[in-house]
């Protein structure tokens, strides 16, 4: 596993969060942001936050973006043909070894409330509930946050 640098070529990185969440089309709404997500928007968050990948050529990805009170974990994404081999959870856990690195007590994610496997990944890693929002225009929930004290 290695960090990148805001410097390094994110191409394949792109594509592979593209990949990986293309399931989610149809499924979730609003449509996820990875929509809109670029390369350069991936070198800023190396920049400001921490992007990891796994693999050579990549097999999976996080973004990790330090706030006040927790450490968010973003666009983790695994290929279709290396899920199921433990590579979410290692990418999970260099987050919670990065929010211990970097002093904040707890990692926090946004999950689609229509994603009920990947709340079950969570929960399987220890991380619960901890609320629930909607995108603007939306009178529902369409996001929960889930978290762990690291």
Do not use: N
């Given at each position: 596993?290695?960090?990148?640098?805001?410097?390094?070529?994110?191409?394949?990185?792109?594509?592979?969060?593209?990949g990986?969440?293309?399931?989610?089309?149809?499924?979730?709404?609003?449509?996820?942001?990875?929509e809109?997500?670029?390369?350069?928007?991936?070198?800023?968050?190396?920049?400001?936050?921490?992007?990891?990948?796994?693999?050579?050529?990549i097999?999976g990805?996080?973004?990790?973006?330090?706030?006040?009170?927790?450490?968010?974990?973003?666009?983790?994404?695994?290929a279709?043909?290396?899920?199921?081999?433990?590579?979410?959870?290692?990418?999970?856990?260099?987050?919670?070894?990065?929010?211990?690195?970097?002093?904040?007590p707890?990692?926090?994610l946004q999950?689609?409330?229509?994603?009920?496997?990947?709340?079950?990944?969570?929960?399987?890693?220890?991380?619960?509930?901890?609320?629930?929002?909607?995108?603007?225009?939306f009178?529902?929930p369409?996001?929960?946050t889930?978290?762990?004290?690291?």
């Amino acid at each position: 596993m290695r960090q990148l640098g805001q410097d390094d070529d994110f191409h394949e990185v792109l594509a592979l969060i593209r990949g990986a969440f293309a399931y989610m089309e149809g499924r979730i709404d609003p449509p996820s942001s990875m929509e809109r997500l670029t390369v350069a928007d991936l070198a800023r968050a190396a920049a400001t936050g921490e992007v990891w990948v796994a693999g050579d050529p990549i097999l999976g990805c996080v973004v990790l973006t330090p706030g006040a009170d927790a450490l968010h974990l973003g666009k983790l994404a695994v290929a279709e043909a290396a899920q199921g081999m433990g590579l979410g959870r290692r990418l999970v856990a260099r987050a919670e070894a990065s929010a211990r690195a970097l002093g904040l007590p707890a990692v926090q994610l946004q999950c689609r409330v229509e994603l009920t496997a990947l709340h079950g990944f969570y929960r399987g890693l220890g991380y619960a509930e901890a609320g629930r929002s909607a995108h603007p225009g939306f009178d529902r929930p369409t996001s929960v946050t889930f978290r762990k004290q690291a």
